[in-house]
């Protein structure tokens, strides 16, 4: 665990790169683009579901592409666009670990460019936020799919339709949980008053809690001898719901910060802001996922990522916002802020069972003389 507290505290402490000039901003960005990509390419035996996706990587082929047996039971076939890059990578370069390298530079590429675009002065942040909050260090199907989506934001913003819909798409033959995404462009039309989403909220969070254990036994329902086995492993043999401190500090937190998003909606006019409106209710359905299926779904939690980025956007819209409206007296505080933030983000990402079975110790290829 040492390795990581000590990578992770390292990028904390590059947030101080803010306060140079911008081109310094990019040359940081670029560094640790670089860092992580060796981190998670050079990796061996290290990420979630290693062996299953080593397997898809030595058994896909040309000739299976639409028709590659997940589990090898023929019940269900990996999405072809995930068996088609693998094929590729192997075909050009024929080795896992070059696939991982290729994966992890295009999700640190797919970060930067996401955040020098909707950031130009301030990239930084995001970037952080988008690391370590969004893909991660080791990304494989999830997170490669993940990544793709990234760009639709940027389609959004441009009100071009058909870009967004070509980048779902291609996002969804990564990983099928990319559909989630599909009405996001449209939730610019809905215009929600302050007031409702501040009632809204909160009893999606009391309804989430009240049922938490209601909908750990709904997973089981859809129980094929696979989803208790993750439900067991995931929650160390119980279902951790809403009803913890951290999660409740995790509804504290985004609550708060929906104030904040209200805040600068009615003083930069944006009631009618077509983006703005799109990130207020991805915003909510976020957050409302996340807290409806925590407790027992985590298949379903996890798809909630797949509208991250736009708790991403509005928060350092906010930070930006905050900051020019004080004229920088605030820039301690917000320091203070943000490191707090982290700070109890971080080791939530850390403290569960799977993260500590799959990710420690870090070895990589060297380790295991691969080369």
Not at 244 to 272: D, P
Not at 347 to 353: E, I, K
């Amino acid at each position: 665990m040492e390795f990581y507290y000590i990578l992770y505290w390292s990028f904390f402490a590059s947030i101080i790169g803010e306060l140079l000039p911008l081109k310094q901003k990019k040359i940081i960005m670029i560094v640790w683009c670089v860092i992580f990509t060796i981190i998670g390419g050079l990796r061996w035996r290290v990420g979630g579901d290693w062996d299953q996706y080593y397997d898809h990587f030595l058994f896909s082929k040309w000739s299976n592409i639409f028709s590659y047996d997940r589990y090898g039971t023929g019940l269900q076939t990996l999405e072809p666009g995930f068996v088609f890059v693998n094929v590729l990578i192997k075909s050009i370069f024929g080795t896992f670990y070059f696939y991982n390298f290729i994966l992890c530079s295009f999700v640190q590429l797919t970060n930067y460019k996401f955040s020098t675009y909707f950031f130009r002065e301030r990239p930084l942040l995001c970037y952080m936020f988008l690391t370590i909050l969004a893909n991660g260090l080791f990304p494989v199907r999830a997170g490669f799919s993940l990544a793709i989506t990234f760009w639709c934001w940027r389609f959004i913003r441009e009100r071009n339709l058909k870009k967004y819909l070509m980048v779902v798409t291609a996002a969804f033959f990564i990983h099928n949980q990319a559909i989630v995404l599909f009405p996001c462009y449209f939730l610019g039309y809905i215009k929600l008053k302050s007031k409702v989403l501040l009632v809204i909220y909160p009893i999606i969070a009391i309804f989430a809690f009240r049922f938490q254990d209601f909908f750990a036994q709904i997973a089981l329902l859809f129980d094929d001898g696979s989803m208790a086995a993750k439900l067991q492993t995931y929650t160390g043999g119980q279902t951790e719901g809403f009803s913890t401190t951290q999660n409740f500090l995790g509804w504290a937190f985004n609550y708060f910060f929906l104030i904040n998003y209200l805040i600068i909606r009615k003083m930069k006019a944006l009631e009618t802001d077509f983006f703005y409106n799109v990130l207020l209710n991805a915003f909510m359905i976020y957050n409302s996922i996340f807290m409806i299926f925590a407790a027992g779904m985590g298949d379903l939690a996890r798809a909630a990522a797949i509208y991250f980025p736009a708790q991403c956007l509005l928060f350092n819209y906010a930070i930006q916002f905050f900051l020019k409206l004080y004229k920088g007296k605030f820039e301690l505080l917000v320091a203070l802020f943000l490191l707090s933030y982290l700070a109890y983000r971080t080791p939530a990402l850390w403290s569960g069972y799977f993260f500590k079975a799959a990710c420690v110790p870090y070895k990589t290829i060297y380790d295991y003389r691969i080369v």
